[in-house]
């Protein structure tokens, strides 16, 4: 039987519930920290695919609770799209598909831990939104994604990474890498540094005001990446969002605020020319009404108030994270290329800039929306 990385993909295909003859499974290589395999099998004479992943146990070292929150939002979220019109579910939210004992996950002889989904078929994702009604689409998924999470009781899932978007323990951890210079690459990156030393204030902000008791903690979805969301190749509507290992208790704004870095830039997480690096407001703009068209119905005047600067604090919180990764040798975050941690760092600190200087006019837009 062949192998792939390393892998009998077959025979850990045969420990799930498919009813269907292997053919075939390649890697699929964009996601930064699980590996993924695109499975083919055939069903009664008909090609069926399923996505097969491994999840990395250095990032999620519990990954049974990985797989209890999943399960759970899963079940949450296709009991509330039912209800809303019912169908297509297997389409419009993630789907398990069981072990064969009827476990979300299969464990292997060295403790990897896979699970499979259904693949779903007919669409394209991205990583740079090219029109602006693109990023009022993702904004509105996501703020239907957090109302329909919205009656879970935040306990009932489990804080996968603790501490995931806490500023100040990111900055503490870089000035761990830079201390150690491990990789020896602080000389090389000292302007980044600076300015992470710099804006280190901005990296509390939401937490702080989380912690004034100012903002609630709710579930949300942690990584909103427009590259995590599914449009269908034909109407070209979002159909589903993917990724949801980071779905934990949080605050809404680490959601709008990764929508902000992602949805609002033209250019690619790692790209090396910053001159393209912008916030575009047009996009900010329609990002905002779609989120609050969804959103609006259940967040406080408060979390309201922060939605404007939570794009600057996480896009701050990543660049930190890929920059700490730089320093430590690229030991978190994949990279395909030598030096690309930092590139990717290079363009969250260019947004923040941006952000920082459109700060005011994208408060007053918020505001205007009431
Ligand atoms: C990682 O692997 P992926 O692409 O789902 C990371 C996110 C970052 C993102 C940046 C668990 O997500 O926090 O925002 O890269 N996920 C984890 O592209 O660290
Ligand atoms: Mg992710």
Redesign the pocket.
């Known amino acids: 039987m062949t192998e792939t990385n390393g892998f009998n993909l077959q025979k850990l295909v045969s420990q799930f519930q498919i009813v269907a003859e292997f053919v075939e499974g390649h890697a699929w290589t964009?996601?930064?920290?699980?590996d993924t395999y695109i499975i083919t099998c055939r069903q009664g004479g008909t090609p069926i695919r399923y996505i097969l992943q491994r999840v990395?146990h250095h990032?999620?070292p519990y990954p049974e609770l990985v797989m209890h929150n999943v399960k759970l939002t899963t079940e949450h979220l296709r009991k509330k799209i039912g209800e809303e019109n019912s169908h297509d579910l297997t389409r419009r939210t993630m789907t398990l598909v069981p072990t064969r004992g009827g476990a979300p996950y299969y464990r292997d002889r060295d403790g990897n831990c896979w699970r499979a989904y259904v693949f779903i078929e007919r669409v394209t994702s991205m990583h740079v939104a090219v029109l602006p009604a693109q990023a009022g689409q993702v904004g509105r998924a996501f703020g239907m994604f957090q109302k329909r999470l919205a009656d879970l009781s935040p306990e009932k899932v489990q804080e996968t990474?603790p501490d995931?978007h806490n500023g100040l323990l990111r900055i503490e951890a870089l000035e761990k890498a830079v201390a150690a210079d491990s990789a020896g690459r602080v000389a090389g990156a000292q302007a980044a540094i600076d300015f992470c030393r710099q804006q280190r204030d901005v990296a509390s902000l939401l937490l702080e005001a989380h912690e004034r008791g100012d903002l609630p903690m709710r579930i949300t979805h942690?990584?909103t990446?427009i590259?995590?969301v599914l449009f269908d190749c034909d109407s070209g509507e979002v159909v589903c969002i993917v990724?949801l290992?980071?779905v934990m208790p949080g605050l809404v704004h680490y959601d709008f605020g990764?929508m902000m870095?992602?949805l609002t830039s033209p250019a690619d997480?790692d790209e090396r020319n910053l001159a393209k690096v912008t916030m575009r407001m047009e996009y900010f703009e329609e990002l905002a009404n779609g989120y609050l068209a969804e959103a609006g119905e259940f967040l406080t005047q408060s979390e309201r108030d922060h939605l404007a600067i939570s794009g600057k604090v996480?896009t701050l919180i990543?660049g930190i994270?890929?920059l700490t990764d730089h320093l430590n040798g690229d030991t978190?975050?994949?990279v395909h290329r030598e030096g690309q941690n930092l590139d990717?760092a290079r363009v969250q600190f260019k947004m923040v800039e941006s952000m920082l200087e459109q700060e005011e006019a994208m408060k007053s837009f918020i505001a205007a929306l009431g």
């Open positions: 964009k996601g930064h920290i699980n990395n990032v999620f990474i995931f942690n990584d990446k590259d995590n990724d290992d980071t990764d870095r992602t997480e996480i990543l994270r890929f978190y975050f994949r990717r």
